[in-house]
């Protein structure tokens, strides 16, 4: 089938657009898309194993000042750029070389929803692990990662439904956002995320409110009326709405297994070893996703 992809949101369509078109234009043609999408993915990963070399147990960032040093955070806040851009114009080259492909596709929504769970554990060094005065508690960390991934989820989910993809204007927002909480804690050190923010809530008090907010407000919402939309038009491409739903049965599944883990673990594995047990969320998930 023809890959559709539409992106409305108003950062990236007049921001971050005209940056790529830009960018775009000094990369050979000889270098082939998937080459662009896995060094985006490389970068990734790189941010993240640095991040768990310096902070393996999400403590780094809970000391004033942190254990890690300040350029490890600017190093972050580059692979992060980098890796955003060279995943937002990976199909600007496939177009451009005419070499478009449903195997590039997948491989870039297969990366994209690895990804996205990496994302979430590196930023989780920047704000550190809930030590009785500064921090979030590893049950924030997982409900945290659990919404971006339903994020992520929905417009698969929509996409299948409707045979386009609908953009989430969450991502664009979340890379600017972890670009500057890693240039402000470069710049300012970690004790910007210890001190309250805004009556008495701390910066990631209200960054767990936003994102719960986008996606309950925001995402789900338009999620549901895009599909609602096709099949006025009569252009859903499920036939019954038991064929719609049934996407979302395994990421359900998983979700409650894994949850049922959390609480009835009786080594209380969140808590012992959160950076292995988030992980192994993230990469689960990212199977069961690109099998829609």
């Not at 005419?98 to 554990?121: C, K, N, R």
């Not at 924030?140 to 971006?148: K, Q």
Request: hydrophobic share 50%.
């Amino acid at each position: 089938s023809q890959y559709s992809a539409v992106d409305t949101n108003p950062l990236s369509v007049y921001v971050m657009q005209p940056l790529w078109d830009k960018i775009i234009k000094i990369v050979p043609l000889w270098i082939a898309p998937n080459v662009l999408t896995f060094s985006g993915f490389v970068m990734v990963l790189v941010n993240y194993f640095l991040l768990s070399f310096y902070d393996w147990d999400y403590t780094a960032s809970g000391t004033s000042p942190g254990l890690i040093p300040t350029w490890v955070w600017f190093f972050s806040a580059f692979t992060t750029f980098c890796a955003y851009t060279l995943d937002s114009i990976d199909g600007k080259q496939a177009r451009r070389t005419q070499s478009s492909s449903p195997l590039g596709e997948l491989f870039d929504h297969g990366l994209d929803s690895w990804a996205t769970s990496i994302f979430v554990l590196s930023f989780f060094s920047v704000c550190s692990r809930d030590n009785g005065k500064t921090g979030v508690s590893v049950y924030t960390m997982y409900l945290y990662l659990s919404i971006v991934l339903f994020n992520f989820l929905c417009s698969h989910w929509e996409k299948y439904n409707t045979g386009v993809l609908f953009l989430p204007w969450g991502y664009d927002l979340s890379q600017v956002v972890l670009i500057a909480a890693y240039l402000l804690t470069g710049a300012v050190g970690v004790e910007v995320w210890h001190k309250p923010f805004l009556f008495g809530y701390y910066i990631t008090d209200v960054l767990v409110i936003l994102l719960i907010g986008f996606s309950l407000f925001l995402s789900f919402p338009q999620t549901l009326y895009n599909i609602h939309r096709a099949r006025l038009k009569r252009t859903l491409k499920t036939g019954s709405l038991y064929e719609g739903l049934l996407p979302l049965v395994s990421p359900l599944l998983l979700f409650i297994l894994l949850t049922i883990w959390v609480v009835l673990s009786p080594g209380n594995i969140l808590a012992k070893q959160p950076r292995l047990f988030l992980w192994t969320v993230g990469v689960a998930f990212s199977n069961v996703v690109v099998s829609i």
